[in-house]
């Protein structure tokens, strides 16, 4: 179970949303950097860094937060947040990402998401899976489709996309818990992906549940701004 920080950028910032709602944003550090460091001290080795303003905009905004987190940590990151085009790839490998997590271009342009993969290899994207009620929603979830979870799962892997990640908007930013009966869901239609729960993880409780239910991954924001959930105690369920 790989425990993976989140730290979402507005305005070059840390900040995070309720529900993914622009408008209820707390701003909980101004430099990103001093963020990722703590995370890095702390034993941990992944992060999950969304560019909220990129997401919004349909382009990469905050590569130059990027560059700078990837050349001055060791933390293997993975970059979302409006990667519309292949330059927006090019510009997020560029700046140090290990990974380009991708969710809208994925439901609204296969054909194009497809030709990425075969450039630059599909062991280089992940796919976000954002859903309400199950169904995919995209655009900074500002945008519903009528796609189903299972249905995008199931078309990606088919393409050799190994690692996914499934954000449940209505748990996003409540700290009321996490997806996990979703998340078994998936698990048991497809056993050979690499499943990142995201959204709602509260306490060191549901990373248990999390990793009973078979993810291999948890994605953890609000919980540690709000000092729910300690660093230390991360850094011990990231060495079992």
């Known amino acids: 179970m790989q425990i993976i920080p989140a730290i979402d950028i507005i305005d070059g910032k840390c900040v995070r949303l309720i529900k993914g709602d622009y408008s209820q944003k707390t701003i909980y550090n101004e430099k990103p950097l001093e963020v990722a460091k703590q995370f890095e001290d702390a034993g941990l080795n992944r ?10 905009a349909g382009e990469v905004k905050n590569w130059k937060v990027l560059e700078k987190i990837a050349s001055k940590t060791r933390l293997v990151t993975d970059f979302s947040g409006g990667i519309s ?6 510009i997020t490998f560029d700046s140090g990402a290990a990974f380009a997590a991708i969710g809208s271009m994925a439901v609204k342009d296969e054909t194009e998401f497809s030709n990425w993969l075969q450039i630059f290899g599909a062991n280089k994207f992940i796919v976000g899976a954002d859903v309400k009620d199950e169904l995919i929603v995209i655009k900074g979830w500002t945008e519903s489709t009528s796609i189903s979870v299972f249905d995008l799962i199931r078309k990606y892997e088919a393409k050799g996309i190994i ?5 449940d908007v209505n748990k996003d930013g409540l700290m009321q818990g996490s997806s996990v009966e979703l998340y078994k869901k998936i698990i048991e239609k497809f056993s050979s992906i690499h499943l990142i729960a995201s959204g709602g993880v509260s306490s060191i409780n549901e990373i248990e549940k999390l990793k009973e239910a078979g993810c291999k991954g948890a994605i953890i924001g609000k919980a540690i701004y709000e000092n729910q959930i300690k660093l230390a105690d991360l850094k011990k369920i990231n060495s079992q």
Do not use: E, M, R, S
């Not at 992060?47 to 919004?56: E, I, N, S, T």
């Not at 085009?85 to 090019?90: A, H, L, Y």
């Not at 690692?163 to 954000?167: D, E, K, M």
């Open 163 to 167: 690692q996914f990640f499934c954000t």
């Open 85 to 90: 085009t292949i330059k927006n790839v090019q």
């Open 47 to 56: 992060l999950h860094l969304v560019d909220l303003d990129g997401a919004k």
